[in-house]
């Protein structure tokens, strides 16, 4: 189960990024691959932040929203 909590809340804000930087893109008279390529990365990384500190804050069910409500567990070796 940790491999797919982890999976899923590594691979929906990545999914989110590139879909939100799709959209910006639209909207921007740039390079399309040189936009897609510095907003992603930024829109994952405010996309996880959001709602990571959501779900630690306000309601654990916020965790959906990053693919998962249960945080991943790592245990130590």
């Known amino acids: 189960m940790n491999l797919y ?3 899923l809340r590594t691979g929906v804000p990545a999914a989110v990024g590139w879909l939100v ?15 897609t390529g510095v907003l992603t990365p930024i829109a994952t990384f405010i996309y996880y ?21 249960k945080l991943a567990d790592y245990p130590i070796r």
């Open 49 to 69: 932040g959001v709602f990571r500190f959501a779900e630690e804050h306000l309601s654990p069910q916020f965790g959906w929203l990053l693919g998962y409500t």
């Open 21 to 35: 930087a799709v959209a910006l893109r639209h909207g921007l008279d740039l390079d399309a691959s040189a936009v």
């Open 5 to 7: 909590a982890s999976l």
